[in-house]
């Protein structure tokens, strides 16, 4: 059955320190793995997408890492700010599937303290 | 561009009531998805649409929801008769290549609550 897990499912960091988020995934085999961040009480916003091919992708603060040979994606936040306090949403599109098919993952929720 | 438009941001009703939510997608997306999203489940999706046309309504729950999409900038998804377990937050997400990679934008949701 194709999944995606997170983890943690909630963490809490201080301002100004660096995060790491995980995401593991069963999809096989996978058109693109995407994260996205959902602020509280608003739409998940897209902020990377990786092709199969790809292994990493920045965004400011945000770099995603992909390990397709490990099925692993990782999302790395730099200097975290308050503002990066949100859920963090792990998406894998499917191969042969089209953006009907995504799959995801429930999310890691993020509280950045000051 | 003003992004994926949705109404009502919220909604309580009681067990029985017709719901009807409403979307506008993104000017030029040719493909509009539905998704439900809640704590125990996260977001799933109900049905989506590429030209107006309904793809895949497998996620539609029941009877009970049905969708609809008369022209390109306009979808409604309607619950009736709604009951508790039907509360959540509803989002609507549009797309310019429904069979592509492209980047999914989704509005700010309808938080309805079924009393």
């Known amino acids: 059955k194709n999944q995606v897990e997170q983890s943690p499912q909630s963490l809490i960091i201080l301002e100004g320190k660096n995060c790491t988020l995980q995401?593991?995934?069963?999809?096989?085999?996978?058109?693109?793995l995407r994260w996205y961040k959902q602020d509280t009480g608003r739409g998940p916003v897209s902020l990377t997408i990786?092709?199969?091919?790809?292994n990493t992708k920045s965004n400011g603060r945000y770099t995603a890492t992909l390990d397709a040979d490990t099925k692993q994606s990782s999302l790395h936040i730099t200097a975290s700010q308050l503002s990066d306090s949100a859920s963090y949403i792990c998406?894998?599109?499917?191969?042969?599937?089209?953006?009907?098919?995504?799959?995801f993952g429930k999310g890691t929720k993020l509280s950045v303290k000051p | 561009d003003a992004g994926v438009i949705q109404s009502p941001r919220h909604e309580v009703t009681e067990m029985g009531q017709e719901v009807t939510l409403r979307c506008k997608p993104i000017s030029g997306h040719n493909s509009l998805f539905w998704y439900r999203q809640t704590m125990m489940r996260g977001l799933e999706l109900l049905i989506y649409?590429?030209?107006?046309?309904?793809?895949?309504d497998s996620g539609m729950p029941e009877d009970r929801f049905s969708a609809k999409m008369p022209n390109a900038s306009f979808s409604t998804l309607k619950i009736q008769p709604s009951e508790p377990r039907d509360s959540a937050v509803y989002f609507c997400?549009?797309?310019?290549?429904?069979?592509?990679?492209?980047?999914?934008?989704f509005g700010e949701g309808s938080r309805l609550t079924v009393l």
């Open positions: 990786m092709t199969f091919s790809e």
């Open positions: 997400a549009s797309s310019s290549t429904g069979a592509g990679t492209g980047e999914l934008f």
């Open positions: 649409f590429n030209n107006n046309v309904p793809i895949d």
């Open positions: 995401c593991n995934y069963t999809v096989s085999p996978f058109s693109n």
């Open positions: 998406v894998v599109q499917p191969r042969r599937g089209s953006q009907g098919n995504l799959i």
